[in-house]
């Protein structure tokens, strides 16, 4: 009886072992292939330049790829978090499609259909900001787990421009989160904290390696929070970022920089950002990075239709990015002014 005993604790200790190998095994090779999607097929996609294809493609598969490497023992936090910044701009789109419904109803003095477009428009709001800080959350869980540091407090030394990127990106979408929660009236409940947390992050990052993106980013910091901006040069800082980003290809601060003026209501430096978004001399867009930069194009069109429906009723004109219907010797051929202030 002693003997059978001691065999079947053995025989079990054995499978568990064997079961225990097995997860191992598998969890490695799950690894593995995370690290090879990250290192080789994650950059050509960076090449495609077609944004709603790439935040389509991201929500569609995210639950696919996160589970299926999950379900495996992988852990594929910094793949997740840039999935969820590509899915966010899909949301947010549909978001901003709600926000002109609304302010063209507004100028109609459509009531209903202005009250409808604003909750559709909060709604979607809370889901891009969820997906947001869920990328932001889990960046930060995956890169201080690999670089032993504090975020905020001190810096990692990075071993991958993917590594770095999705540090880059994951710290907008976290500032970009508390913007889109607190106008989702905090559904989300988004720690306010992010926003200080990011700024000293972004130190962390070369300014002139990443487009500008990382000062400019940090300026939009010191714009919108109370008594960030003592001593600081807010304006001075976009413009050099911007030549930064405009020499590599990538107008990223050119969108922050016009977000920053509409937030302060300052409609010259805003005007300002769409011209010169619109007129760089001999541009030409990053080929490594061509998605980063479609989405930048898209973001500041948007920021272009809020404010011509907000004025006008009708989103920027076909070839009119920077130029205004106040400025008619700019105004596209054939277009009259006065049919759109009607």
Not at 45 to 53: A, K, P, R, S, T
Request: hydrophobic share 40%; glycine share 8%; proline share 4%.
């Amino acid at each position: 009886m002693i003997k059978a005993g001691i065999w079947r604790v053995l025989a079990i200790s054995g499978v568990v072992a064997v079961a225990a190998g097995c997860a191992s095994v598998e969890r490695g090779a799950t690894n593995l292939a995370i690290n090879l999607i990250e290192r080789r097929i994650i950059p050509p996609q960076l090449e495609i330049d077609d944004v709603d294809m790439a935040c389509r493609f991201a929500t569609a598969n995210f639950p696919l790829i996160s589970g299926g490497t999950r379900a495996f023992g992988g852990d594929p936090q910094l793949l997740e978090s840039l999935l969820l910044v590509s899915s966010a701009a899909c949301s947010e789109q549909r978001a901003v499609e709600e926000e002109l419904r609304y302010l063209r109803a507004s100028k109609q003095n459509n009531i209903e259909e202005a009250q409808d477009a604003r909750i559709g428009q909060k709604r979607l709001l809370e889901v891009t900001a969820r997906r947001q800080l869920r990328a932001y959350d889990a960046m930060r869980n995956k890169l201080e787990a690999k670089y032993n540091f504090q975020y905020g407090e001190t810096c990692p030394e990075f071993e991958r421009d993917f590594d770095e990127l999705s540090y880059l990106l994951g710290t907008v979408a976290g500032l970009q989160a508390v913007v889109n929660d607190i106008a989702s009236q905090q559904m989300v409940g988004v720690p306010t904290d992010i926003a200080p947390k990011s700024e000293r992050a972004l130190k962390c990052i070369s300014n002139a390696k990443w487009w500008g993106v990382p000062n400019a980013a940090r300026a939009v910091v010191w714009s919108i929070l109370p008594g960030a901006s003592e001593g600081k040069d807010v304006w001075g800082t976009f413009r050099l970022s911007m030549l930064i980003g405009e020499r590599q290809g990538v107008r990223l601060s050119h969108v922050m920089y016009g977000l920053s003026a509409l937030a302060v209501g300052d409609t010259p430096r805003f005007r300002d950002a769409t011209k010169r978004f619109a007129n760089v001399k001999d541009f030409k867009p990053s080929q490594q990075y061509a998605l980063v930069e479609s989405l930048s194009g898209a973001v500041m069109t948007n920021l272009s239709d809020r404010y011509w429906s907000e004025n006008v009723g009708t989103r920027t004109p076909v070839g009119s990015m920077g130029k205004y219907w106040d400025e008619e010797a700019a105004m596209p051929e054939g277009m009259n002014v006065d049919d759109l202030l009607n």
